[in-house]
C-alpha cells in the first residue's frame, strides 16, 4: 500500500490536479487544506505518512513556517511550488524537506519525487537503527573490558562521538542524598583524542581557585528533561556564573545537548555535550539521543557495578589504545582543526553503509581524498574504486566513458568497451564535478541510481551493477538546479548524505601542521631535511588561501626547490590581489557592452579585494563559475595594477 498523504495547496483547481494525480499512481490522499491552520486540522484527525506543502499560501503563515512544524511532529514533507529562486530554496532547504517539486509538474515528476523522497525517509530511519546498534555494540564491549571508571567513559565518549559530534563531553553524578555533583569531562582534541580535565587543570586553564571551582560545581541547573540549548538561549543559560559559564568561556563552547540518564535506585548520571558550532543541536539530534537513553541507561548502571565514579577525578590526557587513531583511519589526512574532525566523525558514519555520499567544497580542499577514506573504511575497500571527472571530459564522450559501448555501436567505436560504471562493480565509482554533467546524461545516471543498472551504448540489453556512488562539486548544485542545469529529482538522489568540506580559511589552526607535513614529503623526495622558518609559516598564516591544500602542497614544494640551503626562509606567495581602474566615466560617449562588462568585474574586483574563488569572492558576486570569471578576466585583458 502507499503512503497516504495530505495536500497543502490554496490553489484550487491544481491541488485538484494533484489529487488526481495521486489517486491516480495508487497513493491515498488524507485530505487537502488550503491554509497552515487548516492543514494543522486535518493533521490532529489524521496523521498522514507525508505531506505535500506549496510554499505561498493564504494566511499569514507560509509553507515554510507549516514544514518546520512538520518537522516537530516527525511527519516528512516535500515542497512544491513555482517559486525556485534562491532565497526561497536556502530558506526551505533549512527546514530539511525530503524533496522539492516545482511546479509546473508532470505526473513523472511528482511519482519520482515521492519515491525519492520514500528512499530518503528509509535511510534516515536506517541511519539512525544502525547507529544504536552500533552504539550498542560498543557499549557492550566497554562494559566487558576491565578499565577504571574514567577510562570506561572515555571510551563512552568516543563511541557516542558517532552518533552526536561534540567538543567537550561532561559526564555528572548527583545522588538523591547528595547536593553537588561529581563530574568527570573530556575535551576533544584529535579524532578519537580527549584531554581530560579535572579540577587541578580547570584550576590551570582557567586561573581560577579550587575554591571558586567547588562554588560553581555547586551551581546546579534541573535535570530532569533532555534539553538542547543553541544561540540566545545558550548564552542567556551562560551569563550567570556556573561550570557551564566556564567551560562555554575558555573553551569557546556556543551550543549544549542534555541528557540525564535516571538510574534504578534513583540516582542521575547527566551527559552534557557541548559543541563550538552556535546550532550543532537541534531537535534531531535531541530525537536520536532520547532513542538512546535506554541503551546508555543500562550501560552506565553496568559501569557503576564494576566501579565508583571518583569523587576528585586527577586530570591527564586520556590515549586509549582499544581505539583507532587518525593516521590510521585516515592515512594523510592532515589536520585537527574542529571543522576537521566533524567530516571524519561524518565519514566513520556513513562509510559502512552504502548511502550514497555528495562531497561539498571548494577546488583543492581534499574532496577525493576524502572519497578515498570512505571507500577505504567501507566494507567494498577490497573493491575497485574508480574515479572520474566529469567537468575533464567532452560532453560527448562522458556517456560512453561512464557506460561503456558495443562495438560499432557509433563511429570510431572500433572495440567493445566497458564504462568506468561496470569497471567499479562490486567498488565505488566517484563522480567528481558532477556539477559540470551534461543534463542529457543526468537522466541515465538517475536510472542508474534508481534501477541499479547501465545500459552500453548500442546494446540492446541492460546490465545489473552493484556500485556505491559518492560524488563531488565545487559549486552550489541548488544554483545549478534553480538555473535549470541540473535536475532537481537527481539532485536529491544524490544528496543523501552531504559531506562539508572546509576551506582552507576556515581552518588555519591546520596550516602548521599541514605545512610541517608537505615539508616532509619535500625533504623525502628531495634528499634533504628541510625545514620551513617561523616567518615563513606566519605569512603562510595571513594568507588567504584561494585554491586551499592544493595551492599549499604547491608553494611548499616550489618554495622547497627554490631554496637555498635546508631552511625555507619564504614562501613564494603570489603578489598581493590587485586590479585594473574601472574605465572613467563615458561622458557623453558610448561604452560597448564590452567595456561595461570590463568595468562591471572591475568593480566587483575591487570590492572583493580581487578575490575571485571561494566564499566572498568575485565569481560568488557575479554568479559565475570561478573558472568562467577567469577566463572573461583574460579575455577582456584585465591587467594588475595596486589599488
Ligand atoms: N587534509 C589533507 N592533508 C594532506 N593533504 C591533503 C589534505 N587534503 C587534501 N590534500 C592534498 O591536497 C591536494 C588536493 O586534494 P584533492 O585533489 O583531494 O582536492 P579536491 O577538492 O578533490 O580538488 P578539485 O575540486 O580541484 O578536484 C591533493 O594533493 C591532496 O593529497
Known sequence: MKQKILIVEDQFIEANDIEIMLIKAGYQVTGIAHSVQQALQLISQQVPELVLVDIFLKGDRTGIDLAEILREKNIPFIFVSANSNHEVLVAAKA??????????????????????AQYRYENSVEAAVRKEDVLTEKLKQIIQCKNSWEEKMQQTAVA????????HIEVARKSEAEASYTAVSFLRIGFNEYQQLGLNELQTITKTTMKQLGELQNVIFPAEEAMTFSGNEFAEMTQKPSMRKLIAEHFGM?????????????????????????????RDQLVLMKTFRSILTVAVEQ?????????????????????????????????????????????????????????????GTGK??????????????????????????????????????????????????????????????????IGEMPIELQSKLLRVLQEKEIERIGANAPVRIDVRIIT???????????????????YYRLNIFPVSLPSLRERKEDIPLLAEHFVNLCSQKLGKSLQLSPAA????????????????ENLVERSAVIAKGELITRLHLPEPPVVDEPSPSPGFEFMTNEDNERDHII???????????????????????????NSKIKKLGIRKMPF
Not at 557516542?160 to 567538543?167: E, I, P, R, S, T
Request: hydrophobic share 45%; proline share 5%; charged share 25%.
Open 537 to 552: 609559516l606566519d605569512s603562510a598564516m595571513d594568507y588567504d588561501w584561494p585554491g586551499n591544500i592544493r595551492e599549499l
Open 95 to 116: 527546514t530539511q524537506p525530503y524533496g522539492f517539486i516545482v511546479k509546473p509538474f508532470r505526473e513523472r515528476d511528482l511519482t519520482v519525487t515521492l519515491e525519492i
Open 254 to 282: 556556543k551550543s549544549l545537548l542534555v541528557l540525564p540518564l535516571k538510574l534504578s535506585n534513583g540516582e542521575i548520571i547527566l551527559f552534557s555535550f557541548y559543541s563550538r558550532k552556535p546550532d550543532a543541536y537541534k
Open 368 to 433: 577525493e581524498r576524502i572519497a578515498q577514506s570512505i571507500h577505504d573504511l567501507s566494507k567494498r575497500s577490497k573493491q575497485p574504486f574508480i574515479k572520474i571527472n566529469c567537468a575533464a571530459l567532452p560532453a560527448n564522450l562522458i556517456e560512453s566513458e561512464l557506460f561503456g559501448h558495443e562495438k560499432g555501436a557509433f563511429t570510431g567505436a572500433m572495440d567493445k568497451r566497458i564504462g568506468k560504471f561496470e569497471m567499479a562493480n562490486k567498488g565505488t565509482i566517484f563522480l567528481d564535478e
Open 472 to 490: 563531488a562539486t565545487n559549486r552550489s548544485l541548488e544554483k545549478e538546479v534553480a538555473a535549470g542545469r541540473f535536475r532537481l529529482d537527481l
Open 160 to 167: 557516542l562521538q558517532h552518533c552526536l559530534a561534540f567538543d
Open 303 to 363: 559501569m557503576f557495578l564494576m566501579g565508583r565514579m571518583p569523587a576528585a577525578v586527577t586530570a591527564r590526557v586520556a590515549v586509549n589504545s582499544a581505539v583507532s587513531s587518525q593516521a590510521a583511519l585516515f592515512p594523510g589526512i592532515i589536520g585537527k582543526s574542529p571543522r576537521l574532525l566533524e567530516v571524519f566523525d561524518n565519514i566513520t558514519q556513513v562509510a559502512p553503509a552504502d548511502t550514497t555520499v555528495l562531497i561539498l567544497g571548494e577546488s
Open 603 to 629: 568593480r566587483a574586483l575591487k570590492k572583493c579585494h580581487g578575490k575571485v574563488w571561494g566564499a566572498g569572492g568575485a565569481a560568488e558576486l557575479l554568479d559565475l563559475h570561478p573558472s568562467t570569471l
